[in-house]
């Protein structure tokens, strides 16, 4: 039981009022646990072929590749054609207590944190030591005021000594960043982001650390003057460097815009040739910051507002599918479970496009139909991508992990036609403006379009 509900009692002195008040509380649902859960003697077994295990099309959901098939049978003699159903009312009622258990917080530097079921956060919704969202530990309060005063201005010491390119490079760079870049990583709102830009209120800018990082990838795809004949490598490095110390000091502090920095840092260094083991490294941080501000579970619950939770839930994939690319080509360990993860794929939200300052020169109808059809094709290849990444997640868990050399072949063979099933589906399921045109010169093919196709080829063929 204790299990079952995610460390509900653990371990430890715990007041036995507080244990008595919460029983009392939910004594119902788990009576009702305790009666439902176990299966009734004439519950009837039903036979489930391997093969629909991990289902996969257009409309299925992130949660639905989990850890089961033979490569995570941890009961060897256990006949995996027979599987016994769960009481649904039962794993509803678990759900709603372990749900009710996770908790979106507020640290004493006003920065969002996420504590799971487990974390006993529990035993102090009644405790006045949290309030408001706030945990309140008196003898630490003035001591961790204190360290984050002294992050702020060795953050502040560091941007002074820190110059922005020209104005007319900066804007070409960030032209150029939302041309070649975000389409493929939609890391950034461009809208918010835009506002943020062209604000006269130095402090309203968005921080140094994105923009660096933004001017470090775009610069590889500029034909600016200044970058071109002289070292756009050298240019695109010096503010990587730049981003790279400001973030060696922001990472402690879970902010949206050093998750954001430290993905396109990756993407930067990952396709040079001085990649190597601080990729790794920079994606980690990027993964477990965006897991200690909850952007992994479904955020329904915490009612943000709608523009933010879609900007959590892009930048959460967006670390999804990093994780996954860079596992693959530098043959080590996937640092995102499949089962941790509850957030809904990314959508379309009307600040998306019925942005004011979003107008290119046209009228507000003509930009605002514009806006929202490139809105809308981008967020499909990125749900795409999404789930070819989770495809490839399975194939490095049940091909390439460790725990999978002692399988026979007939083991390995049946997992390798599951994933080729799985990949299949996924092609043919691609919405329309994403499929390959056969027909079509490879110069007339729309660049995501190629760019998704290549990325199916060079792992699954």
Known sequence: MENLLGGLVQSGERSKADLDSWREENEDDLESIDTTWPPSPDTPHFHMPFANRHHHDHDSSPGEFTRSGPFYNESPEEDEGEVLPFDLDAREKINSISDNLATMTLDDGGFMRYLGNSSGIDMLQKSQLLKNGYLMVPIRIKEHRDWLMHK??????LES?????????ADHLIDCFFKFIHPNM?????????????NTDPTKRPP?????????????????????????????????D?????????????????IQALLLMVTYRFTSAKSGGRVWVMLGMATRMAQDMGMHRNSARWHLPPLETEIRKRLWWACYIMDRWVSACMGKPVAIDDIDCDV??????EQDWADPEGSNGGSPSEDSEKLKEESSFALRYFVETIKLAQILGQILQRVYSAGTRSYGPGQVSS???????????????????????????PMSVNRWVATIHVSYCKFFQ
Do not use: C, N
């Open 161 to 169: 000594g820190m110059t922005m390119p020209p104005r007319d490079l």
């Open 152 to 157: 702020d201005a060795l953050i502040a010491q």
């Open 186 to 198: 939609p890391v950034l709102h461009k809208p918010t982001f835009m506002r943020q830009y062209k």
């Open 415 to 441: 997992t390798v036609a599951e994933l080729d099933t799985m990949l299949t589906k996924w092609l043919l399921a691609l919405p329309p403006d994403l499929k390959y045109d056969h027909k079509l010169s």
């Open 344 to 349: 809904d794929y990314p959508s379309s939200v």
């Open 208 to 240: 140094l650390a994105l923009l660096f990082a933004m001017f470090a990838i775009a610069s590889r795809f500029s034909d600016h003057p200044e970058l071109i004949g002289h070292d756009p490598e050298g240019f695109g490095d010096e503010y990587f």
């Open 242 to 258: 730049r981003a790279k110390r400001l973030v060696d000091i922001e990472y402690e502090l879970p902010r949206q815009s050093s």
